[in-house]
């Protein structure tokens, strides 16, 4: 038996009938049967088990998704994983599964924008209610706690500002009130953390970025324990969010070697994290220093780091950010991360939608940096040169 993730990933499968060690990609709309009684055989045994690849239609899957479906709840450890066209299509899969009218989410505050969009303003239409909490303060999860309060929703670390919070204490709560859990585990996948197994109800990771790892297709991943199973497969066979075959297959081919990807931007980062560290007008937002809050908190539950980090600078004006980003010639400046190539973006206050919690002095600002897989060397002296427009 298998037991290292790193050759679970090169051996997930192997085709002995074309004798490919790759699948073949399936695409159809209509599937077809021998006859009736073969459709209502296949049809029967997806109610006795939804979970076994017995298609009847295309919408439902094909044995392509099927099988990245099966390869990422291995990694997840988690009773299912659903695929969705975009990694924002399963946050929305996970919201639509289980919240009603009437209901209440507990939201990090330093979450990914357009979530922040999602809850905050367009499930409010639906007399949904979204508060957020604290990530420095997990006693404002407590505080916002009420009766209608149906998921407790996390991003670790937060998007942009990364803070690392004791996801311990908040799978605890939510379990003593009875609430499902989820979080965004984009920033670390199942290779550095594996939320179904210490208690979380839901897994979402964006298959565009690290899965993928080339920056050519689009995704998104649900995985879920066994608790919401139910609730999800419904919500998806009415929402109709699918996974093309065709992007099934890229991811699959990028995630054969997520370990080896991950483990190069994990040492190209710390690298540059320790020489952003030294600058007195740079705060590094990265778990790197020993004995900080966020390094005990992501020691505490993470095996490793990946290549997305921020800085926060200290400059006389918003031009000589904007200088010191555009000046770097081995960045992109784009958004997305999680592909090959680096990436820098001076993120504003304002896209980082209405932020409770986040304290940015006057002359303070942020800028994310996304660390690929170029030689290190190189991305030093390229940081180091446009550093000097910073005074």
Known sequence: MVKSFKTFLKHTYKDFKTRSV???????????????????????????????????????????????????????????????????????????????????????????????LLTENYLKEFNINTKFYD????QTIKSNYSKNTKLIYVENPGSNTFEFQ????????????KVVTAIDNTWGT????????????????????????????????????????KKVIKAQNMTGLRLSPDDAYLIMRGIRTLDVRLDKHQQNANQIAKILSKKKYIEV??????NSKNYKLWKKY??????????KIRAKNKKIVDKFV???????????????????????????????????????YIVRLHIGLEDPKDLINDIKNSLKLIK
């Open 135 to 138: 990530p420095n303060n997990l």
């Open 302 to 311: 993470y095996s490793g780091s990946s290549g997305l980090m921020g800085i």
């Open 22 to 116: 790759n699948p073949p990609v399936v695409r159809t709309s209509t599937m077809v049967f021998k006859s009736m009684s073969d459709l209502r055989q296949v049809q029967k045994r997806n109610l006795r088990n939804p979970r076994g690849g017995h298609f009847e239609y295309g919408r439902q899957g094909t044995s392509t998704t099927f099988e990245l479906e099966k390869i990422l709840s291995n990694l997840e450890e988690s009773y299912h994983t659903f695929l969705t066209p975009t990694g924002f299509g399963s946050i929305f899969l996970c919201l639509f599964s289980v919240l009603r009218p009437g209901d209440e989410i507990i939201i990090a505050d330093p979450i990914y924008s357009p979530t922040r």
């Open 166 to 177: 004791d996801l311990g204490k908040i799978i605890s709560f939510a379990k003593k009130m």
């Open 326 to 364: 555009n000046s770097l010639k081995l960045f992109g400046h784009g958004y997305s991360w999680g592909g090959y190539e680096s990436l820098a973006i001076h993120q504003e206050i304002k896209e980082q939608g209405n932020r409770k919690y986040l304290k940015l002095k006057k002359n303070e």
């Open 190 to 229: 199942p290779y550095f953390l594996k939320p179904i197994k210490i208690g979380f109800d839901f897994s979402i990771v964006s298959a565009t970025k690290y899965y993928s790892g080339h920056s050519d297709v689009m995704g998104g991943s649900l995985a879920v324990s066994k608790k919401v199973f």
């Open 285 to 290: 937002l990265y778990p790197y220093k020993k």
